[in-house]
């Protein structure tokens, strides 16, 4: 009589465990992957009363994000000026730009009102 009361919640907790573990199983990258794909902030902000972007360069991995975000009083663009890869996007004021980049290579991009306003994305494997 106690014997049998006993097993039931036992079988009930392996049926548990298991279950359990299965979940884990199919859930999807761990901690460390997601931290290396987390997003790159460039700035649209002003220097010496230029406009630029800043980091210049950003290097990062296929799959992670940038972006931009425009901190000055002046509308710009995020305007590819690389073969292959189509870009053109208004960065209005205080508002932000993002891309997930999803090929490896290397993407030059300039700001169609500002001359020299230019900036790279490197992504690697
Ligand atoms: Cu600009």
Sequence with gaps: MIRGFLRRPIVL???GVAASASILASSPSPTAHAASTSP???LAKEVNSKYVFGPTKVKIK???TVIWKNT???AHTVTSTTAG???DKKLNLKKSLQLTFK???TFHY???YHAGMVGTVIVSH
Excluded: F, L, N, P
């Design 85 to 87: 890869w189509t870009y």
């Design 103 to 105: 090929k490896a290579g």
């Design 40 to 42: 790159v902030k460039v």
């Design 110 to 112: 300039k700001c169609s």
């Design 13 to 15: 907790m392996v049926v």
């Design 62 to 64: 296929v799959g992670q």
């Design 72 to 74: 000055t009083d002046a």
